[in-house]
């Protein structure tokens, strides 16, 4: 699969601070999303971008869909302690098929 | 809400043992799929599947890897001969169509342990 670039690794905030991060490709995807793990489960859709330029919001999150469609990023804001898991973004199309190729995820910590 | 459900939740098996993992999606979707996740490593492509036929593959799905739809509801992995290199959690995904907007689902999981 194609290689995504997820950053940062890892991120230990308090609660209330904004969060960002980002991913890039070498590639271009037709679709971008956005997706949350907690522990010993299965990935949950967060957010799903369908177009070059396309910001989209889901409560506390944003996620942008890079003019490039090669990057996104995602952004929460005010955190709170049930944000903690690990967010994945994955690319989907343009040229690698419908199947989903994912970052490596951003651990978030978020003490109270 | 209607969800993607995968049975065991874990399983423990032999190296070189056969195992079948099992994923009810979710009723009216029609692609399904399988990927996997070793610990603390990102979620891997390894199939999909429309219509009684596997439509794209990574290559991880090598010729021990096969996958099958039984019945109206079922949808399996079969690994023939488990290495120890397998261990991962193992996550079914289903979804109506390919074309986005539509999006895949992810069922909660299936730990596979091969000692």
């Known amino acids: 699969g194609q290689q995504l670039n997820q950053s940062p690794q890892s991120m230990f905030i308090q609660e209330g601070e904004d969060v960002s991060m980002n991913c890039t490709s070498s590639?271009?995807?037709?679709?971008w999303l956005w997706y949350k793990q907690d522990p010993g489960e299965g990935p949950v859709l967060l957010i799903a971008?369908?177009?070059?330029?396309e910001l989209t919001s889901n409560g506390r999150l944003t996620a942008q869909f890079g003019i490039t469609r090669k990057d996104s990023f995602l952004n929460i804001s005010a955190s709170i302690p049930s944000d903690v898991g690990i967010y994945f973004c994955?690319?989907?199309?343009?040229?690698?098929?419908?199947?989903?190729?994912f970052g490596k995820g951003t651990s978030l910590l978020v003490t109270p | 809400e209607p969800e993607v459900t995968q049975t065991p939740s874990h399983q423990v098996t032999q190296m070189g043992q056969e195992v079948i993992l099992r994923c009810v999606p979710i009723?009216?979707?029609?692609?399904f799929y399988w990927y996997r996740q070793i610990l603390g490593q990102k979620v891997e492509f390894l199939v999909s599947?429309?219509?009684?036929?596997?439509?794209?593959k990574s290559e991880i799905f090598d010729d021990q890897f096969s996958v099958e739809r039984p019945d109206g509801s079922n949808f399996t992995l079969k690994i023939r001969s488990t290495k120890l290199e397998d261990s991962a959690m193992y996550f079914c995904a289903s979804s109506v169509s390919l074309s986005p907007p539509d999006t895949q689902y992810f069922g909660p999981g299936t730990r596979l342990t091969v000692l």
């Open positions: 971008l369908y177009k070059a330029g």
């Open positions: 994955a690319g989907q199309g343009g040229g690698s098929g419908y199947a989903l190729n």
């Open positions: 590639s271009i995807f037709n679709t």
């Open positions: 599947f429309y219509n009684n036929e596997i439509s794209e």
């Open positions: 009723s009216n979707h029609l692609y």
